[in-house]
């Protein structure tokens, strides 16, 4: 590999640690473990440091192989680093024993360079194998993810959005459900891998910024069925005949599985996608409040259907401002976040500009609806923090 300096890898026995840590992480902060497939990202890491090193990068698809798998492991190690907590009293602690929380950032901040140069080593030699990898696309994903958890919504986790979706495409991700020689279960994963760009692409719609009423994913321009509600130890024996088309909706997140947190991230994808079709920015566009009240009130009724149709396991108390203290809680309050701050965004017209109601007082229902999804933003908002 031809790189301007050396980059350390952690050894075998401390990447396994540090991926057991990013699981544990994963569980609960983030919903990524909803697109990694653990057995899969455990295989890659362990047949990683199988293979003699010397043997490593010697042609222009191996220099390609060997740094995507690298960047992927460094970046599962920073997330790690990230979410590094010292152990409380009488606690056994991560399985990755940093000396201390400036430690864990020492190597954060280490790692995640390390990762970020290694994709863009990885970007120069695919032109010898004239396209991607799911391995690439995950390592994307993953330090993606990371960036999302430090800085939000920012420009540098819009590149890596843009990577990750020109990546897949390379990887021909939009085309899993076409004639292709994969078995049941790698079709199972790539599907989750393209279902979770295309719901950040759609999410990222209705938020405002840089992507504000625009996407880049048309549903019409992929062949990919749902991904299943299954979880990771049934893709093995899964019948791929049984696949949900992607015409319909996407499959209910009932009963509670490992894609659980994803299930529910594409239903409000998809409503977010409805949000931006129906707000062109173009001729003949504007906000919500130049739609008709009965359009209106159409699109406000999705996000009650989202609601309704999140699992038991993902129902939460919004009127207590305290974060769920079980395992699960934290994702339970982020898809609740999520579908309340869309929402209150969509509406948040009608709560800037009162005088609407004037002409037409049943507009004032979604004044109250807007604040009632801004003070819930701000209740699971103070309990997750």
Same mark, same amino acid.
């Given at each position: 590999?031809?790189?301007?300096?050396?980059?350390?890898?952690?050894?075998? !026995?401390?990447?396994?640690?540090?991926?057991?840590?990013?699981?544990?992480?994963?569980?609960?902060?983030?919903?990524?473990?909803?697109?990694?497939?653990?057995?899969?990202?455990?295989?890659?890491?362990?047949?990683?440091?199988?293979?003699?090193?010397?043997?490593?990068?010697?042609?222009?698809?191996? %220099?390609?192989?060997?740094?995507? #798998?690298?960047?992927?492991?460094?970046?599962?190690?920073?997330?790690?680093?990230?979410?590094?907590?010292?152990?409380?009293?009488?606690?056994?602690?991560?399985?990755?024993?940093?000396?201390?929380?400036?430690?864990? =950032?020492?190597?954060?901040?280490?790692? @995640?360079?390390?990762?970020?140069?290694?994709?863009?080593?990885? @970007? @120069?030699?695919?032109?010898?194998?004239?396209?991607?990898?799911? %391995?690439?696309?995950?390592?994307?994903?993953?330090?993606?993810?990371?960036?999302?958890?430090?800085?939000?919504?920012?420009?540098?986790?819009?590149?890596?959005?843009?990577?990750?979706?020109?990546?897949?495409? !390379?990887?021909?991700?939009?085309?899993?459900?076409?004639?292709?020689?994969?078995?049941?279960?790698?079709?199972?994963?790539?599907? +989750?891998?393209?279902?979770?760009?295309?719901?950040?692409?759609?999410?990222?719609?209705?938020?405002?910024?840089?992507?504000?009423?625009?996407?880049?994913?048309?549903?019409? #321009?992929?062949?990919?069925?749902?991904?299943? /509600? %299954?979880?990771?130890?049934?893709?093995?024996?899964?019948?791929? /005949?049984?696949?949900?088309?992607?015409?319909?909706?996407?499959?209910?997140?009932?009963?509670?599985?490992?894609?659980?947190?994803?299930?529910?991230?594409?239903?409000? $994808?998809?409503?977010?996608?409805?949000?931006?079709?129906?707000?062109?920015?173009?001729?003949?566009?504007?906000?919500?409040? $130049?739609?008709?009240?009965?359009?209106?009130?159409?699109?406000?009724?999705?996000?009650?259907?989202?609601?309704?149709?999140?699992?038991?396991?993902? =129902?939460?108390?919004?009127?207590?401002?305290?974060?769920?203290?079980?395992?699960?809680?934290?994702?339970?309050?982020?898809?609740?976040?999520?579908? #309340?701050?869309? @929402?209150?965004?969509?509406?948040?017209?009608?709560?800037?500009?009162?005088?609407?109601?004037? $002409?037409?007082?049943?507009?004032? +229902?979604?004044?109250?609806?807007?604040?009632?999804? $801004?003070?819930?933003?701000?209740?699971?908002?103070?309990?997750?923090?």
């Amino acid at each position: 590999m031809e790189l301007s300096r050396p980059i350390w890898l952690p050894s075998r !026995e401390h990447a396994l640690a540090l991926l057991d840590d990013y699981l544990d992480a994963a569980s609960s902060p983030h919903g990524l473990l909803n697109v990694v497939h653990v057995p899969w990202l455990r295989a890659v890491v362990t047949d990683f440091y199988a293979r003699p090193f010397q043997e490593l990068g010697q042609s222009g698809s191996e %220099v390609y192989t060997t740094t995507c #798998h690298a960047a992927l492991i460094l970046g599962v190690a920073a997330t790690a680093a990230f979410f590094w907590e010292e152990p409380r009293a009488g606690e056994s602690g991560t399985r990755h024993p940093f000396e201390s929380r400036g430690h864990a =950032e020492h190597f954060l901040r280490l790692w @995640r360079k390390a990762a970020w140069d290694l994709l863009d080593q990885a @970007r @120069r030699a695919a032109t010898a194998i004239a396209g991607g990898s799911l %391995v690439e696309v995950q390592a994307v994903l993953v330090l993606a993810d990371l960036i999302y958890n430090m800085e939000g919504c920012s420009t540098l986790f819009r590149q890596f959005h843009s990577t990750a979706l020109a990546v897949a495409r !390379e990887a021909k991700l939009h085309l899993v459900d076409s004639a292709t020689a994969d078995c049941a279960m790698l079709r199972e994963i790539k599907r +989750r891998v393209w279902w979770y760009i295309a719901s950040t692409d759609w999410l990222m719609g209705p938020m405002g910024g840089p992507s504000d009423r625009i996407y880049s994913i048309n549903p019409q #321009h992929m062949q990919v069925h749902w991904p299943r /509600n %299954v979880n990771d130890s049934e893709l093995a024996t899964l019948d791929d /005949n049984s696949s949900p088309p992607q015409t319909g909706p996407p499959p209910a997140a009932d009963p509670p599985t490992d894609v659980t947190g994803l299930m529910c991230r594409l239903r409000l $994808a998809v409503i977010s996608r409805h949000i931006v079709d129906a707000q062109p920015l173009g001729a003949g566009g504007g906000d919500v409040d $130049a739609l008709p009240f009965d359009r209106v009130l159409a699109l406000s009724a999705l996000f009650d259907d989202a609601l309704a149709a999140l699992p038991v396991a993902a =129902e939460r108390n919004t009127n207590t401002g305290s974060a769920v203290r079980d395992p699960g809680g934290w994702q339970r309050g982020v898809l609740h976040l999520a579908i #309340h701050a869309r @929402r209150a965004r969509f509406l948040r017209p009608f709560l800037a500009q009162p005088g609407i109601a004037d $002409a037409d007082p049943r507009f004032m +229902r979604f004044r109250a609806t807007c604040l009632a999804s $801004a003070r819930a933003v701000l209740g699971i908002g103070a309990g997750l923090l």
